[in-house]
């Protein structure tokens, strides 16, 4: 048999046969070149490696018999699946002629390895089938796979784009304009005592006259435009640019905002029951706004809006709001009146002159007079550019018109309205509701305030307006006496009774909230905290200063200097000058000098000048810290660090008062004031009062306050002794302010904390510069101090408000801890006692230590007497040296220039008083006061501070802040 003859088929494995083979010859080389073949032969180079199940010498094909091809292992159903899979695998390189030559059908596993075209591609794989959505991207590897082409981006935005149009355009054909008799409705409010039984009704429908556009000056409708929406005759309802603002302020959560055109304001207060800042509200308004601006007339929707706006005074319209505070019809209004009245658009809280403390304490009737004073310029400016009026006419309107004071219901005379006002800021702060909301009625809202209580405390004012308040006898000085008044729950801080005013119908302002009257010496209680709490600072350390550098005060141990006209110097020892760079000198009342004298009895006697240097040892951020911890707002309280804030240049509300000093009452355990428990609507509770108590400061803090405050009530010197409540234990303190411009009494029992206050300032909002006036001779008194009237009419009300609870006792002082002696102001550890009553040359406390080796080239005091060696190389006293360590014992300079005091800023009408950091000191004044005495002594007691007949407070002489 010849050797063709005797040889063994070839054991290639099919290729899928020969159409497969055809198929895959035909199509393009890809990118990969198959390995190169003798042309001759068609076998590949010597020592090149042989395909699958290729056989013979030197690796070269083998050939079927009779020069068929082999076919492809798998035959054609293979070949198919293979096609399917879109050629996923990969395949060995084809060689020429067959599956492994160039352009060969696919291998074992797929494809061709070379092949281009359909199952071809880089690296033998072909591509995937491509999708209407090509994403992930079908031709793409690695993170390009993940990112959209243009095309797909373009499309997609055009998509929602038309998706957007589309639904705009049905919801706008959904669209019905809501008539405005349907929802420009009200309901009263319904306001409830203590014990559930129905106080007064208010808003027995809305105070609104709808007038038509002919009714309405043109200048009135210029102003609007001019101030709120120049574009109104010629835009189609919405403001794009305004509706995203408030889109996006709302959607991060800022503040929220309004329409911003006359037309959506017209939507959202006259056509949407639905007054709520959120989006669904605002898409709402949006639609409508669009139909309304492409349906109605410019003017019907200028009418429309006007008489549908709120202008405060519970004046909705323009015809109300004319009459509430012009008294007079919309069709006379002049420029200047419209100027006005488009103002208070922007809201009647910050731009109607009455104020509106109780809402927010920087809307008191100067402030809010200097906002509309701006705006209603500003607006008559907009006018004349915008040639609404002419130059000449405006040049006559100088000073803003004549506004009437606000009026009142009726129903609200009395104590009524100041309640009722007070109910409705409470509630407005703790929920979210415009006071136009508010104002529409349906509410029925329960109070704090006990029907008895609020009796007792107006009876108890107006006894002293009868018994000795007298205008027609007295013009000059009993005219415009004011006084303000509140009670609060100690163990819960419920405002059970308030005072705010001798009619609400006539005095508008509600005396129990903010007033801008100074606390004066009731400030001290939180002087002395601090110093319990925080201590004094080193002065050899930094301004700030931790626990482990400071000494906490023992109130009974510790002594200060009641010196009167005392320098007063910086917790380093430093004298403190204004910005004058005078020294600052502290005066007493009546310019009596204590000596040393312990701190409960300088609070006593209500000496100044321990608790202005106490202060000024503590840190008056430490004071203004324990302040606020208290209760007090931040806003009240004075900005700046000076001497005279320890003795209460602030001015505090009575509410706030009472609430504060019911901590220390509570075991310094704080409670909110608040007024109303719970707010119905429909019957169904939407608010309620969520009591949230906080320590504040210790236990031992507050019974030492506590007691302290006990011997000013209960000392035979005390000045709060015209307080006590017999078989009653009663804490309290008063407080007098600068020239005797306001008083105080705030004192507690263990269930009730009360604050009464007295001042008098003219009551019309629309004479400029007004301020407190001085009480001198007020009520035929030579002075007015907190413990004449109000001590008097503070134990007259309590006395009923306590009668039917149960007696009860403060806990007994507790230790407090680390406390310890503490000696200020130039004070030794043991007072120098004053044999006569006369201020004489007699010698005071010497510095217990020697001064420094190098005098100083002027005379220096510096501060504390010695607890620590003084340093050699200093050129001033020792820190801790006495305060006589340069002064020698006096220069007998009694008559001469005795320095400068400490005055507080001027009063103003304002709700916050001037701001003292830039007018700390005083102009010079008197002497020394004591015949040149840099030390204490006493004007005739017991050598501690008494001066032997009924202490007053302690004021100052020659204009500094007392009490």
Known sequence: MSEHRRRMPSQEPPTGGRAAARRAAQQPAGRRSAPAHDTGTGT?????????????????????????????????????RAAQRGGRRRAPAAGPGGPSGPGGGGGRRGGGGGGGGRGGGPGGRPPGKKRVIDYPRHDKDGWRRWMPSWKLVTGTFLFFCALLMGGAVIAYSQVVIPKVDATATSQNNIYYWADGTRMVATGAGQNRQIVGIDQIPKVMQEAVISAENKTFRDDWGVDPMGIGRAVWNMAKGGETQGGSTITQQYVKNGLLADQSQTLSRKVKELFISIKVGNELEKPDILAGYLNTAYYGRGAYGIQAASRAYFNKDAKQLNASESAVLASVLKGATYFDPAGYPEVDPEATPANNLARLTERWSWILDEMVKDQKIGADERAKYTALPKIQKP?????????????????????????????????????????????????????????????????????????????????????????????????????????ADTTGAQVGSTFKPFVLAAAMQDGVRDPEGPKEQGPSTRKLVDPDKSRYNGKDDLKVRDYRGEIWHNEEGAEWKQNNEGDTSYGNITLRKAMVVSANSPFVQLGMDVGIDKVRDMAIAAGLRPDSLVKGEVPSFSLGISSPSAIRM??????????????????????????????????????????????????????????????????????????????????????????????????????????????????????????????????????????????????????????????????????????????????????????????????????PPTPTDTGRPTTTKPTPDKTTCGIWDGWECNNGGGNNNGGGNGGTTAPTPTDTGTSTPTDPTTSPGGSDSGGNGNGGNNGGGDTGGDGSGETGGEPSEGATGGGSIFD
């Open 44 to 80: 590949p180079p010597y020592g090149s490696p042989a395909p699958y199940g290729a056989s013979g010498a030197h690796g070269g094909t083998a050939s079927s018999s009779h020069g068929e091809e082999a076919r492809p292992y798998g035959g054609r159903a293979e070949a198919r």
């Open 658 to 855: 009472a609430g504060s000093y019911a901590t220390f009452a509570n075991q310094g355990e704080r409670n909110e004031p608040y007024s109303v428990t719970k707010v119905l609507k429909q019957g169904q509770v939407i608010y309620q009062h969520d009591a949230a108590p906080k320590q504040a400061f210790s236990s031992a803090i507050s019974s030492n306050i506590t007691d302290v405050l006990r011997s000013v009530v209960e000392d035979k010197g005390g000045t709060g002794k015209n307080a006590a409540i017999p078989g009653r234990q009663v804490a309290g303190k008063t407080g007098t302010t600068d020239k005797n411009k306001s008083a105080w009494f705030v004192g507690y029992t263990p269930q009730l904390s009360t604050a009464i206050d007295m001042y008098r300032f003219d009551d019309d909002e629309t004479k400029k510069g007004r301020e407190f006036l001085e009480m001198y001779g007020t009520g035929g008194q030579d002075s007015i101090h907190g413990s004449s009237f109000p001590s008097q009419i503070w134990n007259d009300y309590m006395t009923d408000a306590v009668a039917d609870l149960p007696v009860e006792e403060f806990p007994e002082p507790e230790k407090l801890p680390d406390a310890q002696a503490v000696y200020g102001g130039g004070a030794t550890p043991k007072p120098t006692p004053t044999p006569t009553p006369t201020e004489t040359a007699t010698p005071t406390e010497t510095a217990t230590t020697a001064p420094t080796t190098t005098p």
């Open 407 to 511: 009026r009142q219901d009726a129903q609200l005379s009395g104590q009524i309205g100041y309640l009722v006002a007070t109910a409705k800021a409470n509630f407005r702060s703790k929920y979210d509701i415009s006071a136009e909301a508010l104002d529409l009625g349906g509410y029925e809202i329960h109070t704090t305030f006990d029907k008895k209580k609020v009796k007792a405390m107006e009876d108890s004012v107006k006894k002293i307006y009868d018994e000795y308040i007298d205008e027609k006898k007295r013009p000059k000085d009993d005219t415009h006496v004011e006084f303000g008044g509140a009670s609060v729950d100690v163990k819960t801080g419920k405002i059970v009774a308030l005072y705010g005013g001798q009619d609400a119908t006539k005095h508008y302002t509600n005396n």
